[in-house]
Nanobody, 127 residues
Framework: QVQLVESGGGLVQAGGSLRLSCAAS????????MGWFRQAPGKEREFVAT????????AYADSVKGRFTISRDNAKNTVYLQMNSLKPEDTAVYYC????????????????????WGQGTQVTVSS
């Protein structure tokens, strides 16, 4: 079984930065893509960013493009989300997710493509 644990959330002022981390444990030796999603109160969960196993392919939601950067360290089984120029509308619970075995350059923007999910970390951006 795979476990995903997010960390790095918190309260930050608008314009500030946060770096989220997601550490995977358990069955981690196959190729898999990783993603970040978020869910604000009263809203549906939405895609934020995804990265391929090799790290050579990434994709972002239009709302975060140019401000957020996803990266990964396979030696540490960890994926990161660097969030800069944060806005109040970025306030949400952020979830990391992992696919099952995929090709090295595969990425996914749809939640059903992911098999494993973390429990989430709260990000609050004050105006």
């Amino acid at each position: 079984q795979v476990q995903l644990v997010e960390s790095g959330g918190g309260l930050v002022q608008a314009g500030g930065s946060l770096r989220l981390s997601c550490a995977a444990s358990g069955h981690t030796y196959s190729n898999y893509a990783m993603g970040w999603f978020r869910q604000a109160p009263g809203k549906e969960r939405e895609f934020v960013a995804t990265i391929s196993y090799r790290g050579d392919t990434t994709a972002y939601a239009d709302s975060v493009k140019g401000r957020f950067t996803i990266s990964r360290d396979n030696a540490k089984n960890t994926v990161y989300l660097q969030m800069n120029s944060l806005k109040p509308e970025d306030t949400a619970v952020y979830y990391c997710a992992r696919t099952g075995p995929v090709t090295w350059s595969y990425t996914a923007q749809s939640a059903p493509r992911y098999d494993y999910w973390g429990q989430g970390t709260q990000v609050t951006v004050s105006s």
